[in-house]
């Protein structure tokens, strides 16, 4: 695979914005689905795929040498076909059929219909646990890739972070030191009951973290180039697992959406759409606009 040529920050917060217009345009025709963690999780998205961090090859959603993204915190499946639009494996009028029935674009990812999902989830609590077992097979399969070691994205919600599955596996994650395994976490501060740190606060997540064994960057999770450089880090670190700590804004990109719990799992009606599309616009007019 040819090294990709990095994009600027410029076209990476175009891409963004067009995954946000995306994902409201999906909510709105299904009448349900979860715009906060989508939106929150936007910009990660689009610095793993769109950066030329993740190693993957648009034309073949199962090269075998590939990097695996796994969507832990499934939900946020709208940001996910967003950026499957945009890499070429999901077509614009695909988009609309979200949670439809027969629609490849399952309210959760479904790997049994969709080339480029890894794996069903949205279960929460299972998807770090399936990162690992995903990383031990690449190290034990290098050889038949040709010497190349895929890298293992994991995306969980810190509301997410409460189930204990997570952290046995960061344990063995740690033990296994498995250098081919990122964590990152979007630290939105809201799950469904309202903010984490009220319902069962993390405390200082990079700490324990830390503890468990795993390097730490903590960043801007809406800041592109503290995105790609976070990322890139965690994929040259080679002494064992990383994981980046993203802070991040629940509803990202739409005002009356932002920080608010009520926005969790409820999809836009018309009139709401339109006037995310209509900040979005703006917004875009406004990047457009940079030098």
């Not at 995903?134 to 994991?154: F, M, S, T, Y």
Request: proline content about 5%; overall charge negative.
């Amino acid at each position: 695979m040819p090294t990709p040529t990095r994009p600027t920050t410029k076209e990476l917060k175009l891409r963004a914005n067009e995954m946000r217009h995306d994902i409201i345009t999906m909510l709105e025709a299904a009448g349900s689905g979860h715009p906060g963690g989508s939106l929150s999780a936007t910009d990660i998205l689009c610095a793993l795929w769109f950066s030329g961090v993740m190693v993957y090859d648009p034309n073949d959603p199962r090269w075998p040498a590939r990097d695996r993204l796994i969507l832990s915190k499934g939900h946020a499946a709208p940001a996910l076909y967003a950026a499957f639009k945009q890499v070429g494996w999901v077509a614009e009028e695909e988009l609309p059929t979200l949670r439809h029935l027969g629609s490849r674009l399952r309210g959760h990812p479904d790997s049994l219909v969709l080339p480029g999902v890894e794996v069903c989830s949205g279960s929460l609590g299972q998807g770090l646990a399936i990162s690992l077992g995903i990383a031990i097979g690449a190290k034990l399969d290098r050889k038949r890739n040709g010497g190349e070691l895929p890298h293992v994205w994991c995306i969980v919600g810190d509301g997410e972070m409460q189930e204990g599955s997570n952290w046995e596996s960061l344990m063995f994650g740690a033990h296994r030191k498995l250098e081919n395994v990122t964590l990152v976490v979007d630290l939105n501060d809201l799950q469904i009951d309202g903010h984490v740190s009220e319902v069962n606060s993390l405390g200082d997540i990079d700490a324990k973290l830390e503890a468990f064994g795993w390097r730490v960057r903590h960043i801007d999770g809406h800041d592109l180039d503290a995105l790609v450089d976070a990322l890139s880090w965690a994929r040259a670190y080679a002494d064992g697992p990383t994981a980046v700590v993203c802070d991040t804004v629940k509803g990202k990109g739409v005002s009356f959406m932002e920080d608010a719990v009520n926005w969790h799992g409820v999809a836009p009606k018309h009139d709401e759409a339109e006037r995310a599309q209509a900040e979005l616009d703006a917004e875009r007019a406004s990047i457009e606009s940079e030098g």
